[in-house]
């Protein structure tokens, strides 16, 4: 099972940007999904979250400014963030709760983390 993260860049403030996620493997169950941001200097926090049942969860810093969404279909989540100001300046990183099915055919839970996509805000 991997998860790839994409997205990041350079952006004014005000401006938006997109984050994507996408999780790879056979035979997998995927139940939460989410984002974290790790800024320099700080410890890791969460960003948002979002369940299988499509419930979601933010972070008092980017509520109303950011939106979690998912793809079942393509095992992707998505962060759209908006209104972005230089706080927000941090690495990304996607997790997810996922249960897949082993080489040796037995089944195996577990968060996976992608490996972080930078997201730089200039004031």
């Known amino acids: 099972v991997q998860l790839q993260a994409f997205g990041g860049g350079l952006v004014q403030t005000g401006g938006s940007l997109t984050l994507s996620c996408a999780a790879s493997g056979s035979s997998m169950v995927i139940l939460d999904m989410g984002w974290y941001r790790q800024a320099p200097g700080k410890q890791r926090e969460l960003v948002a979250t979002?369940?299988?049942?499509?419930?979601?969860h933010y972070a008092d810093s980017v509520k109303a400014r950011f939106t979690i969404s998912r793809d079942k279909s393509k095992s992707s989540v998505y962060l759209h963030m908006n209104n972005l100001k230089p706080e927000d300046t941090a690495v990304y990183y996607c997790?997810?709760?996922?249960?897949?099915?082993?080489?040796?055919?037995?089944?195996?839970?577990?968060?996976?983390w992608g490996q972080g996509t930078l997201v730089t805000v200039s004031s």
């Open positions: 979002i369940s299988s049942g499509g419930e979601t």
């Open positions: 997790k997810a709760d996922i249960t897949y099915r082993s080489v040796s055919d037995e089944w195996v839970a577990g968060y996976h």
